[in-house]
């Protein structure tokens, strides 16, 4: 519930699974560090033991690099340079080559006003999805602009063979994200890493599905 609203789930078939992070970057009025792309930043982070498997993530960041001097938990560049260190990158980037920030191709239009486009709306993959079959394609205004003022980011991929381990525990995620601070930092909130330890192991013996949490 801290990462309104960026959702995990593992998409699966009879012969291969994936873990997909829905994102719905939102405003946050009470943490402000943490609005749009700060949520991202904090979620994918909460989230890193996933990226060790085959991962999408994919949404409405409301976000774009030409925005990276407002204060934040972690910008828009931050947020791709991370992804990237888990060998996740862009698609819509390494389809059509181009840099963040410098994007040719709009995916939402303010007021529905062809002039006051921007490039906020991403789908970041796992290097192993990346084949020659790869089809990335964004929306035509005209087609889309009477249904929202968002278009559509269209991929054709092939998934790999394989199943995901999803047996981890909230346990897992926080200690492995404790072990990244330094030890300056896990003495000075010492107190709040036990709560969170607590927290994790609560939710771990909790009676129903992780992911419905």
């Known amino acids: ?12 078939n009879e012969r291969s699974s994936f873990f997909l992070l829905a994102v719905w970057a939102m405003d946050n009025k ?14 994918t982070h909460f989230y890193s033991s996933l990226f060790k498997e085959n991962c999408i993530v994919i949404g409405d960041f409301n976000s774009n690099q030409i925005w990276d001097t407002a204060v934040r938990s972690g910008n828009h560049s931050d947020v791709v340079k991370y992804l990237k260190d888990h060998r996740i990158i862009s698609l819509y ?4 080559d ?21 490039h906020i709306d991403y789908l970041f993959a796992s290097e192993s999805f990346i084949s020659d079959k790869l089809r990335f394609e964004v929306g035509v205004f005209e087609d889309w602009i009477q249904l929202s003022d968002h278009v559509p980011i269209i991929t054709e991929l092939s998934v790999p063979v394989g199943f995901v381990n999803d047996s981890f ?8 994200d404790i072990n990244a601070y330094s030890l300056a930092f896990k003495e000075k909130f010492q107190k ?3 709560e969170l330890k607590t927290k994790a192991n609560k939710a771990d013996n909790l009676e129903f599905d992780k992911l419905e949490l």
């Open 93 to 96: 980037h390494y389809c059509f």
């Open 169 to 176: 525990s909230y346990m897992d995620i926080v200690t492995e």
């Open 30 to 43: 009470v943490n402000p560090m943490d609005r749009y792309i700060g949520q991202v930043w904090n979620a």
């Open 192 to 194: 709040e890493i036990e």
């Open 1 to 12: 519930p801290d990462f309104r609203y960026i959702l995990p789930f593992r998409v699966f």
């Open 98 to 118: 181009e840099c963040q920030g410098n994007e040719s191709i709009k995916t939402f239009y303010l007021h529905r006003n062809y002039n006051k486009s921007y």
